[in-house]
């Protein structure tokens, strides 16, 4: 056996993660199901000059048997059963000690129980979250590793080199036992989601409240990559709202549309949020837009039914709406990393917020100035929500009168504002010390006896309602 790493799996995401593994200097064995999909990337890796560093092979077990032990066999196959399928294929073929790596989209329960199935049978098992799309994956993606420590250090020369770098320090890292890589790449799309739509909502109050096109909405966000908002996010904004559609050459935006896909990692961020009791306010905000924006004719036909919405501007400026931007930003990160935070405790994970921060600033899909003010905001002390971190304190102060000043303007001009409304309410409820659930704690009291807490006097209490009522 000649090479130093498998993988399994050779569509976009597979194909191009084996041909940074190449180029890194690394001897890659890789095989796929179909063997045409083989074909195509022998030529690729031949035009790119990486044939001498790649083994093709087209049966199984003569693959995995190409790999020197203690092997460490990549798969990148569909989330779901065919990662099952894939396992109970290798099983057999594998000896004590190698490991298999999985680095698709997987819900980290899922992963967590091939985990649990695999250890004792001696295989290690790793759950390797990868973001970056496909130019990521072929050039550096940001690598989230959880599952089987010991075979981490098997593939962890090879992870690393193939993943991104920021200032020259590495985009991967080995985060926790089990699924934690899976679900930190989970919560890192739940971000990414609230981060999209946060923008999307930016982009609304620019078209529809301050009368802008798109080629003055693309020149704005890109003037704001020069600044605190400065990401991947915001730059992609900019290319994808000058993009010109050739057949017409109207602005590409106008014609694609408003419907939004999902491939299910932001309902597991919310899922996960709302089973460890964290409020993740602007991941669920996020998701829910995505949804309503795939009901075009239920939309359709509730504007028929309540008219069209007033033609009125929005009274902001375009310094409110960067502001109000980073506001937003900063409540869904500190939404985000809370849930990260109690998944860790609840699992024993141990995960470190200011590496994910860190090895989230290049790479990955959310690559951001800010992740760096964070990673280093929390080094100096990892306060659990970043709301509580000095640094971001004093960011927030300055921000949220422009995030309250835009959404009160979106409400008045009648657009809506989803993700960042709730990111707002999350702050302003986050930050009442007194707040409205005396009232809730009154009434379950009235209708089931729940009991109430009375500082000073008790936690068991219970009022004397009244036992008939007027209706
Ligand atoms: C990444 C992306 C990547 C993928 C998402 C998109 O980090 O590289 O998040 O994983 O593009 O799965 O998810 P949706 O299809 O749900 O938007």
């Given at each position: 056996?000649?090479?130093?790493?498998?993988?399994?799996?050779l569509a976009v995401m597979g194909s191009n993660l084996a041909?940074?593994?190449?180029?890194?200097?690394?001897?890659?064995?890789?095989?796929?199901?179909?063997?045409?999909?083989?074909?195509?990337?022998?030529?690729?890796?031949?035009?790119?000059?990486?044939?001498?560093?790649?083994?093709?092979?087209?049966?199984?077990?003569?693959?995995?048997?190409?790999?020197?032990?203690?092997?460490s066999i990549i798969i990148m196959v569909k989330a779901g059963?065919?990662?099952?399928?894939?396992?109970?294929?290798?099983?057999?073929?594998?000896?004590?000690?190698?490991?298999?790596?999985?680095?698709?989209?997987?819900?980290?329960?899922?992963?967590?129980?091939?985990?649990?199935?695999?250890?004792?049978?001696?295989?290690?098992?790793?759950?390797?979250?990868?973001?970056?799309?496909?130019?990521?994956?072929?050039?550096?993606?940001?690598?989230?590793?959880?599952?089987?420590?010991?075979?981490?250090?098997?593939?962890?020369?090879?992870?690393?080199?193939?993943?991104?770098?920021?200032?020259?320090?590495?985009?991967?890292?080995?985060?926790?036992?089990?699924?934690?890589?899976?679900?930190?790449?989970?919560?890192?799309?739940?971000?990414?989601?609230?981060?999209?739509?946060?923008?999307?909502?930016?982009?609304?109050?620019?078209?529809?409240?301050?009368?802008?096109?798109?080629?003055?909405?693309?020149?704005?966000?890109?003037?704001?990559?020069?600044?605190?908002?400065?990401?991947?996010?915001?730059?992609?904004?900019?290319?994808?709202?000058?993009?010109?559609?050739?057949?017409?050459?109207?602005?590409?935006?106008?014609?694609?549309?408003?419907?939004?896909?999902?491939?299910?990692?932001?309902?597991?961020?919310?899922?996960?949020?709302?089973?460890?009791?964290?409020?993740?306010?602007?991941?669920?905000?996020?998701?829910?837009?995505?949804?309503?924006?795939?009901?075009?004719?239920?939309?359709?036909?509730?504007?028929?039914?309540?008219?069209?919405?007033?033609?009125?501007?929005?009274?902001?400026?375009?310094?409110?709406?960067?502001?109000?931007?980073?506001?937003?930003?900063?409540?869904?990160?500190?939404?985000?990393?809370?849930?990260?935070?109690?998944?860790?405790?609840?699992?024993?994970?141990?995960?470190?917020?200011?590496?994910?921060?860190?090895?989230?600033?290049?790479?990955?899909?959310?690559?951001?100035?800010?992740?760096?003010?964070?990673?280093?905001?929390?080094?100096?002390?990892?306060?659990?929500?970043?709301?509580?971190?000095?640094?971001?304190?004093?960011?927030?102060?300055?921000?949220?009168?422009?995030?309250?000043?835009?959404?009160?303007?979106?409400?008045?001009?009648?657009?809506?504002?989803?993700?960042?409304?709730?990111?707002?309410?999350?702050?302003?409820?986050?930050?009442?010390?007194?707040?409205?659930?005396?009232?809730?704690?009154?009434?379950?009291?009235?209708?089931?006896?729940?009991?109430?807490?009375?500082?000073?006097?008790?936690?068991?209490?219970?009022?004397?309602?009244?036992?008939?009522?007027?209706?």
């Open positions: 056996s000649t090479a130093d790493i498998g993988l399994i799996g041909l940074n593994i190449a180029e890194k200097g690394y001897t890659i064995a890789v095989h796929n199901r179909s063997s045409g999909r083989i074909d195509e990337f022998v030529a690729e890796a031949r035009e790119q000059g990486l044939d001498g560093k790649t083994i093709a092979k087209y049966d199984l077990a003569d693959f995995v048997q190409s790999v020197k032990r203690p092997r059963k065919p990662v099952d399928d894939m396992i109970e294929q290798l099983l057999p073929l594998l000896e004590p000690g190698d490991a298999i790596i999985e680095c698709g989209n997987s819900l980290f329960t899922d992963t967590q129980r091939r985990f649990d199935y695999l250890t004792p049978k001696g295989i290690g098992y790793l759950g390797v979250g990868v973001s970056g799309g496909e130019e990521g994956a072929r050039h550096g993606p940001s690598i989230m590793v959880g599952g089987s420590k010991e075979q981490w250090h098997n593939a962890e020369a090879v992870l690393t080199a193939i993943s991104a770098k920021f200032n020259g320090e590495p985009c991967c890292a080995y985060l926790g036992e089990g699924g934690a890589g899976h679900f930190v790449k989970t919560i890192h799309n739940g971000i990414e989601y609230g981060d999209m739509q946060m923008i999307a909502e930016v982009y609304g109050v620019m078209r529809d409240g301050l009368g802008m096109n798109p080629k003055a909405c693309a020149e704005v966000f890109k003037e704001w990559n020069k600044g605190p908002l400065n990401s991947y996010l915001i730059e992609i904004t900019g290319h994808v709202l000058e993009a010109v559609d050739e057949e017409t050459g109207r602005p590409l935006v106008e014609l694609i549309l408003d419907k939004a896909g999902q491939k299910g990692t932001g309902v597991w961020s919310a899922i996960a949020a709302q089973q460890m009791g964290v409020p993740a306010t602007a991941i669920e905000g996020a998701v829910a837009a995505r949804s309503i924006s795939a009901r075009k004719d239920e939309r359709v036909a509730a504007e028929a039914a309540y008219g069209k919405r007033a033609d009125k501007k929005a009274d902001v400026t375009l310094a409110d709406l960067e502001k109000a931007l980073l506001a937003g930003k900063i409540v869904s990160y500190a939404q985000g990393f809370a849930v990260i935070a109690k998944a860790s405790e609840e699992n024993g994970w141990g995960l470190p917020l200011s590496i994910i921060a860190k090895i989230w600033r290049a790479g990955c899909i959310i690559r951001s100035r800010f992740l760096d003010q964070m990673s280093a905001a929390y080094a100096k002390g990892e306060a659990t929500n970043l709301l509580m971190v000095p640094d971001f304190i004093a960011l927030m102060k300055d921000s949220h009168p422009s995030l309250r000043k835009v959404v009160a303007a979106a409400a008045t001009a009648e657009f809506p504002m989803i993700c960042l409304s709730a990111a707002l309410s999350y702050f302003d409820s986050y930050r009442q010390a007194q707040g409205t659930a005396n009232l809730i704690q009154g009434q379950r009291d009235f209708f089931g006896a729940h009991g109430f807490e009375i500082v000073g006097r008790g936690t068991d209490l219970h009022g004397k309602w009244p036992s008939t009522l007027g209706n």
